[in-house]
């Protein structure tokens, strides 16, 4: 099992950026495809984005063109790059890791346990 911590969050004026980190113990991260969650008070945990082993990324539309997800597996992290926050990107963030590349937080079974990213307007 890997073990998965978050950093990087915090507080923000809108329009501005957060670069969010999730390290990684116990197994490489190669090994899995990493992705993003974030839940906000009051709401269920939706994806964010996700990176293949191979690679390949996806991004929720609320996200597109602003967020970018990434990793370096010689540091074994994965990042997102969080730039023109909006008030709506208020939440609570996680990373997690799963054996498929999926977009469905019951397909992966390793949790960080998350850092609040607060965009004020």
């Known amino acids: 099992q890997v073990q998965l911590v978050e950093s990087g969050g915090g507080l923000v004026q809108a329009g501005g950026s957060l670069r969010l980190s999730c390290a990684a113990s116990g197994r490489t991260l190669s090994s899995y495809t990493m992705g993003w969650f974030r839940q906000a008070p009051g709401k269920e945990r939706e994806f964010v984005a996700s990176i293949s082993r191979g690679g390949i990324t996806y991004k929720s539309d609320s996200v597109k063109g602003r967020f970018t997800i990434s990793r370096d597996n010689t540091k074994n992290t994965v990042y997102l790059q969080m730039n023109d926050l909006k008030a709506e990107d208020t939440a609570v963030y996680y990373c997690?890791?799963?054996?498929?590349?999926?977009?469905?937080?019951?397909?992966?079974?390793?949790w960080g346990q998350g850092t609040q990213v607060t965009v004020s307007s």
């Open positions: 997690a890791a799963a054996s498929i590349s999926t977009r469905l937080s019951d397909r992966y079974h390793s």
